[in-house]
């Protein structure tokens, strides 16, 4: 799995993993991140579930988790 991540993590351009705008895809990228623990190296995931965890969708329906 840490191979996977990390090769996804290589291709994303960003701000979100389909582009500018947030999807589920990312919420669903959030729950996997905050589940699984891993030592890989995925800077541009990690941003990426930090920003959902900040979004206003992510507060309504999850609070800080």
Do not use: C, N, Q
């Not at 959030?30 to 959902?52: G, K």
Request: no cysteine; proline share 5%.
């Amino acid at each position: 799995m840490a191979e996977a991540l990390t090769l996804i993590d290589a291709h994303v351009e960003g701000p979100f993993l389909l582009g500018g705008k947030m999807t589920v895809v990312d919420i669903d990228l959030a729950i996997f991140l905050i589940w699984y623990r891993s030592d890989a190296e995925t800077p541009r995931l990690s941003r990426i579930a930090d920003a959902v965890r900040h979004h206003p969708i992510w507060r309504r329906h999850y609070g800080d988790r």
